[in-house]
């Protein structure tokens, strides 16, 4: 178990970072809540037990056989688990696994993974909540759906009745400058607007968009999920 010591640095970065988003939330002049998802793929199980105990409910991992692991370890104390969150790459062979440990998918990069994950979100009966992830920047290396793609997956909608998406998850462009950041989070929000203009009964509330180093441009455009990662290890010994 990590020290008192480390837990206690666990939990004043965790409060910095609360204290910073609600302060990016005031000066955007939002009323509402923005959520911190803490990101915990730097850290082994410990560390991602630590930061759950000290208040952050949401985790998100990128890598399924991460996920697999820390769940397991959980499982394996008899801990309750954190509501796990998927934010990277999902390939189809590790849906079957994967599916039961999730809360939310918000890196529904594909149609054909978003139908692979209804397939058997109704397999085993019980519906998934999705986040859309779109590519807004110019890199055509970044993944994400682009405009075309993302219609189709909206379309079809009608048919992945076990998918419940509620909004859209994006990255922005690496080192790119304030300007650019914000253009390109307000172009995740105007698509937002325009899916829920174009396709009725569909309500995407949720904009994932803001990681450690661009949360305050993504909460200036919207951002209702914010992904912390290395602001949350900052000071700590990442090997546990
Ligand atoms: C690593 C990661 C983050 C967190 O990034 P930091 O810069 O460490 O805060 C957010 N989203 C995704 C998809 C990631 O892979």
Redesign the pocket.
Known sequence: MPTSNVIDLVRGNWQRVQAEVNEAVASAGRGDDVTVVG?T?YVGPELTYALYQVGCRIL?E?RPQSLWEKYDWCANQGLEQPEWHL??HLQRNKVRRTLPMLACVQ?VDSLRIAQTLNAEAARIGEPIQVLIEVNVTDDEEKTGMRQEELKRVFDLLPELAYLKPTGLMA?STHHADAQQLRSEFARVRELRDSLEAEFPGVALPDLSMG???DFREAIMEGATLV?????LWEGIERDR
Do not use: H, L
């Open positions: 990101v793929k998100g990128n934010i990277g890196s990255m990681m450690s180093g992904r912390i990662g290395s602001s």
